[in-house]
Nanobody, 115 residues
Framework: QVQLVESGGGLVQPGGSLRLSCAAS????????MAWHRQAPGKERELVAI???????NYADSVKSRFTISRDNAKNMVYLQMNSLKPEDTDVYYC?????????WGQGTQVTVSS
């Protein structure tokens, strides 16, 4: 129904920046929220940032002031600008689409922060 494709991940030095992109396609009828989650090996998947259809945003405390989520509803795109990256930000980052009674995940993009 909804396909999500993430891009923009890679290997960066601590303190560096990346911008992740998520493109949504398919039968998108109602978008309640688009969000970014991340998951490190052996850890639970966690919410990083969310951008609701109403325009509100929320961030995990660990990324607040460093990451910024943005959204282009006309293009069905959501972005995550990541600045001042830290080794602990090393995760697979997943885009999530959430609508009433339906949600979908992308397959993830790897972000590795290492010197």
């Amino acid at each position: 129904q909804v396909q999500l494709v993430e891009s923009g991940g890679g290997l960066v030095q601590p303190g560096g920046s990346l911008r992740l992109s998520c493109a949504a396609s398919g039968s998108i009828f109602s978008i309640n929220a688009m969000a970014w989650h991340r998951q490190a090996p052996g850890k639970e998947r966690e919410l990083v940032a969310i951008f609701t259809a109403g325009g509100s945003t929320n961030y995990a405390d660990s990324v607040k002031s460093r990451f910024t989520i943005s959204r282009d509803n006309a293009k069905n795109m959501v972005y995550l600008q990541m600045n001042s990256l830290k080794p602990e930000d090393t995760d697979v980052y997943y885009c999530k689409f959430s609508a009433t009674t339906y949600s979908a995940w992308g397959q993830g993009t790897q972000v590795t922060v290492s010197s």
